[in-house]
């Protein structure tokens, strides 16, 4: 979205501060308390500022918390265009969607999936501490061990008669 434009780089930090400041000390509704704004992205022709918020929710109540904060923003929507208008100066002020934010969840998922690939891996170097061959410990023949003279003479003698 933000591309390589400086410019929509620039006034989605200020976004992202207006927003998350607004959020926190202005808009005083108790369904955006636990809100964190973590990114905006804002397309290069300044017309349109996706905001990524997540939520500290109470365990097994996050679904109904995310759908009521989703409402409270959708709600405050226009107060915090005008706000973004007033403090970046632009002719034409961006509008706002806001949209969560899956990775901070995805992120914890992905950390326990490591760290449950860490335990087995641990598992699997204890087994292998006290493990032992089945048969040799290298059942491959080097060049530098004498062959059993006593084998080749019984095949060439049995080949003879």
């Known amino acids: ?5 400086p410019r929509a780089a620039r006034i989605a930090a200020l976004i992202q501060r ?5 959020i926190e000390h202005e808009l005083h ?28 929710g109470h365990e097994g ?6 759908k009521r904060a989703q409402q409270a923003l959708d709600q405050a929507k226009g107060h915090l265009r005008t706000l973004v208008g007033h403090k970046a100066g632009l ?3 961006p509008q706002l969607q806001f949209v ?4 901070p969840g995805e992120a914890h998922e992905i950390e326990d999936i490591l760290a449950m690939a860490k335990k087995r891996d641990e598992d699997l170097a204890r087994a292998r501490a006290t493990a032992h061959y ?15 003279e006593d084998l080749n003479d019984e095949e060439y003698s049995s080949d003879e008669e």
């Open 61 to 66: 109540h996050e679904d109904g918390e995310r």
């Open 18 to 22: 207006v927003v998350a400041s607004s």
């Open 134 to 148: 089945a048969g040799d410990a290298d059942p491959y023949k080097h060049d530098d061990e004498p062959e059993d």
């Open 91 to 93: 002719r034409l002020t």
């Open 100 to 103: 969560f934010d899956e990775v």
């Open 1 to 5: 979205m933000a591309g390589t434009n």
């Open 29 to 56: 509704d108790k369904r955006l308390s636990s809100i964190t704004v973590t990114e905006v992205r804002v397309t290069n022709d300044l017309q349109i500022a996706k905001i990524y918020w997540t939520q500290l």
